[in-house]
């Protein structure tokens, strides 16, 4: 998950005219599970298994041996990715403040101060969003609402009928 804040004022001089807000980083965003069991400090762009793992949540490789199937209720926990930022009277008192989004792995909703922002399905779009009107002097809330990626795939096969259940012949 990539994120920034892109501030254009008028087209024809956005180079020279563009404030940035880089808002990956680590130790500006925090993570926590849906049923708040596991929370820590999180590093964007980044993954919940490496978060976990930072914060001492996790003690072994997901990756080696037969971990995955140990580890796998992180794939169906709900995981909340949030982060403060600050709006300066500068952008502000702007227009138009494009938050772009990279790389959102996979199903999840992105708020900003409480208000609904994104709808995202798909890790491979980016997007970009006007978000001025969400955005208030000062103080402000990034949330990033992930679904567990199994329960949404059980809930979209049922919607289609279909199994994930292996074969039984």
Not at 135 to 161: I, M
Request: hydrophobic share 40%; glycine share 8%; aromatic share 12%.
């Amino acid at each position: 998950m990539k994120i920034s804040l892109l501030l254009f004022l008028l087209f024809p001089y956005v180079l020279s005219k563009t404030i940035r807000v880089d808002l990956n980083g680590s130790n500006q965003w925090m993570f926590r599970s849906g049923n708040g069991n596991s929370s820590g400090m999180a590093t964007v762009p980044g993954d919940i298994y490496a978060d976990l793992q930072a914060a001492g949540i996790l003690d072994v490789d997901p990756l080696s041996g037969q971990n995955g199937v140990k580890l796998k209720w992180i794939g169906r926990t709900n995981w909340v990715y949030e982060r403060k930022f600050n709006v300066d009277q500068a952008m502000f008192s702007k227009n138009v403040v494009l938050l772009v989004i990279r790389g959102l792995d996979t199903v999840c909703n992105v708020y900003i101060n409480d208000e609904f922002v994104l709808a995202n399905e798909n890790q491979f779009h980016e997007h970009v969003i006007n978000v001025r009107r969400y955005l208030q002097l000062g103080n402000n809330k990034l949330v990033v609402d992930f679904t567990a990626p199994v329960g949404y795939a059980y809930q979209k096969a049922r919607t289609y009928e279909v199994s994930l259940e292996k074969n039984q012949t």
